[in-house]
């Protein structure tokens, strides 16, 4: 131990003085780079869409973490998601200074600076300058914040000035209050926190200030230094939102121009260090017949070794060597080197471990069975804990009671909604703004993270279930619906087939919808941003009475029956007559599969459907919507309603109309319209798939692209919200099903290997609890703030940050981006799940 303390001391030492060859350069990516350190300066900016994602700003990307974000100036201390982030319309890199100079703006404040960044030995230098003072009404609140990620600094240590202390585990720190005169304003004047009345806002304290700080000085690959002439206070975020960070601040004098504030910041970049190879492999494990290669990113300066092995374990706990073989170089992918391992001639079932040099994995299986329960957890836990107005129960543990029980008013016109959508000028029903809308507070599910009811996600559930009751008509049955006590009870059968109480739960919202409205919703959401934020029982997001106007602010009648509390849901209705027709293609196939369950839920969703097919066409040709990105690329709306309406009703010209539509979507775009066509092939005739095969061709050529593109061979975006293989290895299942001479079931293979650890940035299986060795731990649903998940969720994926990082943390959950499973997403891996496990039978 003792030894172990002197040597990091001397190692500490060797690190501070031996500066030459650690010195931050500029690199042709346009950040800051040493072997270990990255200091990204506005590489990625505020354009998230939901303000503060903590994914922009300066940023440090440390021994492989993206350990710091948010380096701006912002106008509080703990800026949460919600409040005001920067503009930044400049961003010039200047080589010969070694610097990076942005320029940032608050409009609504009138307040403008400029950041200057320069590399500055193993570290960097930040300038903020003002050409005109600090408004008076910013002084004492504009500052220069840096924000770090509790997770990676918690139990750590910290000096401010020498005086040693520890990062808090758990927001437990001093906060005061303000008038509500003197809070900087929210994004579009919302508010994230209920006052209770008192007409104060909470404002945290600072654990410390002083001048000099040295953050994590007990871990090496954690520590940073900062430094400066004006105070430095760190504050934790924790204490307004569970989502906040550590914050390093200082605030910008009053009354000054010109340079007005200066850090100097040295992460430590550890000697000799190199990014532990990261071996990707299938978690759940693999079939004996199946291929198995495992992809290993490794570190550019990392040497790649000739070979790797396979061990057996033996049932004393004893490992032998089963196989050794030769790596395989893929190549260079943004800032990793990638090698391949092939170990598919192992066929022995058995448990085994990769050795690659001194790594080793994880154990995993080779057998039969590892595939059987990959939906288990999705269908009998995911998906009935986010069954919306029932009372959800788990054995011992209620994961929910009734929410919503006070319905839902319409929402009042010109309306913006900080969940991204919006009220248009009319309401498009016949409520009034903010009149209840009785009946809508039936069926349906929870979006996500968050508890409203997404129209659209919604629909494409219903639409997913459907599509898994018509081609493999699953009959298992775990969970118990009863919709008059409004109650579900896990794990316990009731005689009735899981999926159809699902079907029968997303028709009774979607349909109720139809018929109250005359039409779909955008969504039925929070009307106060402070309970769209809830995080625990969804029961309690809302008092469950509904508001009365003529009650104070947090009063409730006398009989009980109604509140003053302004928390109702809303309704937003504007018609989209794009929703109505996928509204259509669900209600349709919903319909079918509800027939001889509850025939009446059935006949209504074929009468509404019917009725918005028409007005919908209608609409749509009287003013033809604008069409724009992906959805340019989709087929027509009315294309995938008419092939549900056929397969329904069986009258042929719902058939033609839909042929007429598809061909020449497909000649568009074959990828994002093939999974229609193939779904029709066992209803259509034989020349119906016959003509879709060159299609098949065209796309095959795609999926081997991929193999070129990126060293695990499947679809990768670098978008703000990350993607998984779902729906890449949904339509490979079903063209191997039809055209197995085209699409080989290796090609599903690929998709499912991603999903279950074969990936970027760490090998954890994406989906939370089943049959993986090792699934991801941490997930943003909504219990996230226990750093937890909800078993079957399946995480967006590896997230991509400008210009060259990929992440998904698995020790903090609440970048949605990364890790929020949602409805739609959730139940497109229950189709892939049952159609790859149908192909292996
Ligand atoms: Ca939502
Ligand atoms: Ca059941
Ligand atoms: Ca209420």
Known sequence: MKKGIILSTVLFLFVCCNVSNKDLKLNDLEYFETQGVNVLVYNNLFTGGFNDEKTAGIELIHHGVRTATGGAVRLSNTPEQWDLVPAIPTRTVNRETNSIESTLQYPDYDFESRVVVTAKGKGVEISVYLDKPVPEFLEGKAGFNLEFLPSQYWGKTYLMDERPNLFPRYAVGNSVTHPNSEKIKQFNNYVTSDDRGTGRFVDPLPLETGRTMVLSSNDPERLVKISSDEDLMLFDGRVLAQNGWYVVRSLLPAGKTGKVLTWTVEPNAVDGWKREPNIGFSQIGYLPSQPKVAVIELDKKDKPLAKASLYKMDDNGQATEAFKGKIETWGDY?????????????????????????????????????????????????????????????????????????????????????????????????????????????????DAGDFDIETGSNISVLNNLAVIWDHFKPMRDQTFVNQKQRYVDLHRPDGVPDILQQIEHGALQLVAQAEILGHMAQTLSNGVLDNYHHIGDAASATDGLPYNPKLGPYEVAKDGKSSGRFDDLWAFTSRNPNNDLRAVTAFAAASRALKGYNDDLSARALKEAKRMLKEATELIANKPPQETGMFRMMGPPDMAPNFQMFVTTGEQHYADRFEELLWPALERHAGFNLLTALQAVPYMNEPFKEKLRPYVVQYKEYVDSLKLDNPYGVPIHPGNWARNSVGFGTTNAFAHKYFPDIIGIEDVFKAADYMFGCHQYHNYSLVAAIGATRPKEVFYGNNRADFSFIPGNVAPGILFRQPDHFENYDDWPFLWGQNEGTISGNTSYLIFGTAFKSLLK
């Open 334 to 446: 943004y800032k990793y080197h990638y090698v391949k391992f092939d170990f598919s001639s192992v066929k022995t079932p058995g448990v085994y471990y990769i050795q690659y040099g001194d790594h080793k994995t994880n154990t995993f299986i080779i057998e039969n069975n590892v595939y059987d329960k990959m939906t288990d957890a999705t269908s009998d836990i995911w998906i009935p804990i986010h069954m919306n107005h029932m009372f959800v129960n788990e054995a011992y543990r209620v994961w929910h009671g009734e929410p919503f029980k006070e319905g839902y008013l319409q929402a009042p016109v010109n309306t913006a909604h900080f969940d991204l959508h919006g009220q248009g000028p009319t309401t498009d029903t016949k409520y009034k703004p903010l009149e209840t809308i009785p009946g809508l507070n039936i069926g349906g599910w929870f």
